[in-house]
């Protein structure tokens, strides 16, 4: 009877043992504490450390509908699916960062997700009417598709990611993202920016195009007459050595702009010179780095900025004298 009674023990302490191992993969580490969510910036989250499973696998039913604001911090799971939603039913804000995270569900009443620095591939949507923010930057997903149904997305970062196709990137694509007021594309090495339908952008405030190869000859800034209200335009280190502007129709490609940022790039001197004092003339700050860019041999600063002092171009000739007509009195 003994050694029954010890077998039964052994395997109800196993049974024990497993069940803490489900519970463990929900809650493990689990606290409130104040967390840095984005520079400097603190709020108090549910900091979920170390989460092996999104629930799904466990079958665990419990909620914690008090939660609103939720960081996983060094999660090994490879998915995040709509278990986890309904685990935390009123879920506002999600943050699960820098992780070996590949596939990203959406769903429930989350309104900012930040899923930067991961490696998702894909991402799925069920409903999704109330995400605001999404930050997908430093991920190697492709498919821009299930993105571009969130209409109610105000920011949206998809920087270091592969978000174009044959080194275009269309604007076209986020068309029905009518209410977007910032996205950030910068570092997708495009060489072209389009907007093959012409489709607007009637929201958007802040667009950041850093750290592409924009090919001058093909940046056409007519497509920024698709963003009436474009305050700020980021052009960092797009190694830009030439662009066009005709002063009649500055104001008709950007009705709103009020800063441009240009640092990083390859313009000859001269050409940047008169660009900058274009800018000015018609109400549009070149920002200027805080420190002065470091320039290599052949570049001189202008506005804490880079030119390339090594391309002269020649001075237009001047207009000829008007000509006089004299009258012979006979």
Known sequence: LLPLLLVEMKLLLIALVALSSIKTAWSVNCSIESFEYESETQEEFCVLKGLKTDGAAAGDKQTDPSITRVALVEPSLKRLTAAFYERFP??????????????????????????????????????????????????????????????????????????????????????????????YIDGLDFYYLDNTRSRSLPSLRVLDLSRNAITPSNFKLDVFRSMPKLE?????????????????????????????????????????SQLLDLLRTNGIEPVEPDQPEQCKDGYTLISQMCCDSSISIPTPPPPPPPSQNTTTNT
């Not at 992780?99 to 900012?112: D, E, F």
């Not at 591939?121 to 598709?145: F, H, M, W, Y």
């Not at 993105?147 to 275009?168: A, D």
């Not at 129709?249 to 940047?272: H, W």
């Open 232 to 272: 700020v335009l980021l052009l960092r280190h797009c190694l830009m050595s030439s662009l066009t502007v005709h002063t009649e129709e500055l104001r008709t490609n950007f009705p709103s702009l009020k800063q441009i940022y240009l640092e990083g790039n390859q313009f000859p001197c001269r050409l940047f």
């Open 90 to 183: 009123r879920l506002e804000h999600l943050v699960v960062r820098d992780s070996g995270l590949q596939q990203l569900h959406i769903a429930g009443n989350v309104r900012i997700i930040d899923a930067s620095g991961n490696k998702i591939k894909s991402v799925t949507v069920q409903g999704g009417g109330a995400l605001r923010e999404l930050n997908l930057r430093g991920n190697p997903i492709s498919d821009i598709s299930p993105i571009s149904g969130l209409v109610g997305l105000t920011k949206l970062n998809l920087g270091n990611t592969m978000m174009i196709k044959e080194r275009i990137f269309d604007l076209t694509d986020l068309a029905r993202l009518t209410n977007l007021t910032e996205l």
